[in-house]
């Protein structure tokens, strides 16, 4: 896709300040003559995250096609329309969108939105309409109907999952479930009801939680993502920690952060290449040098997904009779992170990574990262201007 115009980003910038989820498309000349687009990986992705439709499960062919219901939005009006998704039997079969009717609604290389909401796929031309005039309009239009709509469901669940914040708060201290890092955000999760597990998508109805100890300058954790295999030189985690790690007790480890900024004890550095847009780990050893790789679009993916709406929640550690509680103490409420400020802040080091990898005794390699992490007061680099709630007023 090409790089937005001031004006687009603006414009994208104030729909995601009204909590407005959405992916982007750029319909070519040759697309709309042909009534055919790409289906990039952010829309993919975007489609997949939202239970809307899983690509690499579908079947090549017209058989295999799947309609959804969609509405194009115009400054006054809805066209009720159709979109396909399908992969064609020809090459190699490339995944498709068409949004029926887009022709008469878009020029070549205009920037599309995609806004799933309530079962319905919405797309507005990004480049053609003014959205912060429809939206602080004090007349009524289907973009700002829309957007009223989205923030309605959206500050329902938080206020919500606010609530039952403060009730917790208010029953005192509670008591930890382990002795381990984790165990502030176990505890609060299991206090919640939220079942614990490895799932990428967010905690509580579309909220992701993220509880850190208040005393401790900690890094805050934004996500795990390993590396892409097939563009890396090593293949595996196994690999990694063969290089790089390190006897400590009776364990094969290699706990470490890498950074853009310096090179780590182990040699180990980051680096963005914007050209072919990737972030790239390099060692000093000259028989290995770059050894593994990210691509900047499937961090932004993530980043987007993980951290969509979020409750950074505080905790202060309180010990008694030597056992360690929690008091949940205070909230910090951030939505729609922006993917392009993630490649400053890493550039800038204030985002770095983890690696956690371990051989077991039985020989097997456990990997709890990559970890991408932010550093304390940070957030507001990151996310648009965020909301602070204390649990106990």
Same mark, same amino acid.
């Not at 896709?1 to 004006?7: F, I, Y």
């Not at 020809?90 to 008469?104: E, M, Q």
């Not at 795990?224 to 563009?231: D, G, I, S």
């Given at each position: 896709?090409?790089?937005?115009?001031?004006?687009?980003?603006?414009?994208?910038?104030? +729909?995601?300040?009204?909590?407005?989820? %959405?992916?982007? @498309?750029?319909?070519?000349?040759?697309? #709309?003559?042909?009534?055919?687009?790409?289906?990039?990986?952010?829309?993919?992705?975007?489609?997949?995250?939202?239970?809307?439709?899983?690509?690499?499960?579908?079947?090549?062919?017209?058989?295999?096609?799947?309609? %959804?219901?969609? &509405?194009? @939005?115009?400054?006054?009006?809805?066209?009720?329309?159709?979109?396909?998704?399908?992969?064609?039997?020809?090459?190699?079969?490339?995944?498709?969108?068409?949004?029926?009717?887009?022709?008469?609604?878009?020029?070549?290389? !205009?920037?599309? /939105?995609?806004?799933? &909401?309530?079962?319905?796929?919405?797309?507005?031309?990004? $480049?053609?309409?003014?959205?912060?005039?429809?939206?602080?309009?004090?007349?009524?239009?289907?973009?700002? *109907? +829309?957007?009223?709509?989205?923030?309605?469901?959206?500050?329902?669940?938080?206020?919500?999952?606010? #609530?039952?914040?403060?009730?917790?708060?208010?029953?005192?201290?509670?008591?930890?479930?382990?002795?381990?890092?984790?165990?502030?955000?176990?505890?609060?999760?299991?206090?919640? /009801?939220?079942?614990?597990?490895?799932?990428?998508?967010?905690?509580?109805? /579309?909220?992701?939680?993220k509880s850190f100890r208040a005393n401790k300058g900690n890094r805050k954790n934004l996500f795990a993502q390993v590396p892409n295999w097939e563009l890396s030189k090593f293949k595996s985690s196994e690999e990694i920690l063969d290089a790089f790690g390190y006897k400590r007790g009776d364990d094969f480890k290699l706990y470490c952060t890498v950074s853009t900024k310096t090179r780590n004890s182990q040699g180990l550095k980051l680096r963005i290449d914007d050209d072919i847009e990737q972030l790239i780990e390099n060692?000093?050893?000259?028989?290995?040098?770059?050894?593994?790789?990210?691509? %900047? *679009?499937?961090?932004?993916?993530?980043? %987007?997904?993980?951290?969509?709406? $979020?409750?950074?929640?505080?905790?202060?550690?309180? @010990?008694? !009779?030597?056992?360690?509680?929690?008091?949940? $103490?205070?909230?910090?409420?951030?939505?729609?992170?922006?993917?392009?400020?993630?490649?400053?802040?890493?550039?800038? /080091?204030?985002?770095?990574?983890?690696?956690?990898?371990?051989?077991?005794?039985?020989?097997?390699?456990?990997?709890?990262?990559?970890?991408?992490?932010?550093?304390?007061?940070?957030?507001?680099?990151? &996310?648009?201007?965020?909301?602070?709630?204390?649990?106990?007023?």
């Amino acid at each position: 896709m090409r790089k937005l115009t001031k004006a687009e980003q603006k414009k994208l910038k104030y +729909l995601t300040q009204n909590s407005v989820s %959405l992916t982007l @498309i750029q319909p070519t000349e040759t697309g #709309l003559h042909k009534s055919i687009m790409d289906a990039t990986g952010p829309v993919r992705n975007y489609l997949k995250s939202n239970d809307v439709h899983d690509y690499s499960s579908q079947g090549q062919g017209k058989k295999h096609k799947v309609l %959804l219901d969609s &509405f194009i @939005i115009k400054e006054n009006k809805l066209l009720k329309k159709k979109t396909s998704l399908y992969r064609p039997k020809s090459k190699d079969g490339d995944p498709r969108i068409w949004v029926y009717g887009l022709k008469s609604h878009a020029a070549p290389d !205009d920037i599309i /939105g995609l806004i799933w &909401f309530n079962n319905i796929l919405y797309t507005l031309n990004l $480049t053609q309409l003014d959205v912060k005039i429809l939206i602080d309009s004090s007349y009524s239009n289907p973009l700002k *109907e +829309l957007v009223q709509e989205i923030n309605e469901i959206s500050n329902s669940v938080a206020e919500e999952l606010l #609530l039952k914040l403060r009730k917790l708060a208010e029953s005192g201290p509670i008591k930890s479930l382990l002795d381990a890092d984790t165990s502030v955000g176990r505890t609060l999760e299991t206090a919640l /009801g939220i079942d614990i597990n490895s799932s990428k998508k967010p905690d509580y109805k /579309g909220i992701e939680l993220k509880s850190f100890r208040a005393n401790k300058g900690n890094r805050k954790n934004l996500f795990a993502q390993v590396p892409n295999w097939e563009l890396s030189k090593f293949k595996s985690s196994e690999e990694i920690l063969d290089a790089f790690g390190y006897k400590r007790g009776d364990d094969f480890k290699l706990y470490c952060t890498v950074s853009t900024k310096t090179r780590n004890s182990q040699g180990l550095k980051l680096r963005i290449d914007d050209d072919i847009e990737q972030l790239i780990e390099n060692s000093d050893k000259k028989e290995i040098g770059d050894f593994v790789v990210w691509t %900047l *679009e499937k961090l932004h993916n993530r980043l %987007l997904t993980k951290h969509n709406e $979020t409750f950074w929640i505080s905790a202060e550690t309180v @010990i008694h !009779d030597g056992i360690k509680y929690f008091n949940y $103490t205070s909230v910090e409420h951030t939505r729609k992170p922006i993917p392009s400020q993630f490649d400053i802040l890493l550039d800038q /080091g204030l985002i770095t990574l983890d690696h956690l990898i371990k051989r077991t005794p039985n020989g097997s390699v456990r990997e709890k990262g990559p970890l991408f992490k932010i550093k304390p007061n940070s957030l507001e680099l990151l &996310f648009p201007p965020s909301r602070s709630y204390y649990l106990l007023e």
